[in-house]
């Protein structure tokens, strides 16, 4: 598609239930990631994948947290038995092999932990 | 990582030049600087990068002095759509992890 597709755009969950959140990059771009944004705040680096390397999951912030990216393009972002600290925008962004060319990001998905 | 440090908020008015300078005292040989502007509910926005000197494109200019230790965003002529948070960035994109880090930001508001 034109720019990175985010689903759902706004998601509303019970406390220890399991997410998962979806991002569709720009085709055609080999890196991914996803940053978290809680209200107010900047952005937290989550995930990296680029390409078939293995991805950098050193900003997941427990391992309630995972994310896998299926043939080299869609990406799930899991969150197991959610907390209310984990509400806040997930964004996911794209770019062309290096963020050197600059990230397109989605509008993110917006999760609300009850 | 290098640190950025930018001022947490800025006042301007539609017509005038906004001009956000960024510290970043460590930068390392390698890093790019980046900016990226956020309106609110939606994703960051790429607006200019460079490495040294000057860049100009068609929505900002990036002023980078020979030391690299800081850099301005220079926003011509601003309107009301303006208003966003702007995020200064540096990173090595081919370095290990690749990845940029977001700072606080700076909070411009355009008023008429």
């Known amino acids: 598609g034109a720019g990175v597709s985010q689903s759902p755009s706004n998601k509303v969950t019970e406390k220890g239930k399991d997410v998962e959140l979806r991002c569709d990059p720009i085709?055609?771009?080999?890196?991914l990631y996803w940053y978290r944004q809680s209200l107010g705040q900047g952005l937290e680096f989550l995930i990296y994948?680029?390409?078939?390397?293995?991805?950098?999951k050193s900003g997941l912030p427990s391992d309630r947290f995972s994310a896998e990216r299926t043939g080299g393009s869609v990406s799930t972002l899991t969150i197991q038995r959610t907390q209310q600290e984990d509400s806040a925008v997930y964004l996911c962004?794209?770019?062309?092999?290096?963020?050197?060319?600059?990230?397109?990001f989605g509008s993110g998905t917006r999760l609300t932990v009850v | 990582l290098a640190k950025t440090t930018q001022p947490i908020s800025m006042d301007s008015y539609e017509g005038q030049e906004v001009n956000i300078t960024c510290s970043h005292n460590?930068?390392?040989?390698?890093?790019?600087i980046t900016w990226y502007q956020q309106f609110p509910s939606q994703g960051p926005r790429f607006i200019i990068q460079g490495y040294k000197t000057k860049v100009t494109n068609e929505v900002a200019s990036l002023f980078i002095p020979a030391d690299r230790k800081s850099s301005t965003l220079s926003l011509p002529r601003v309107s009301l759509s303006d208003t966003a948070v702007y995020y200064c960035l540096v990173g090595d994109p081919l370095g290990a992890g690749n990845k940029l880090t977001f700072g606080g930001g700076t909070r411009v508001l355009v008023k008429p």
């Open positions: 085709s055609g771009h080999t890196a």
């Open positions: 994948f680029q390409g078939n390397s293995a991805p950098d």
């Open positions: 962004a794209s770019s062309k092999e290096a963020a050197n060319y600059g990230y397109t």
């Open positions: 460590n930068i390392a040989t390698n890093d790019y």
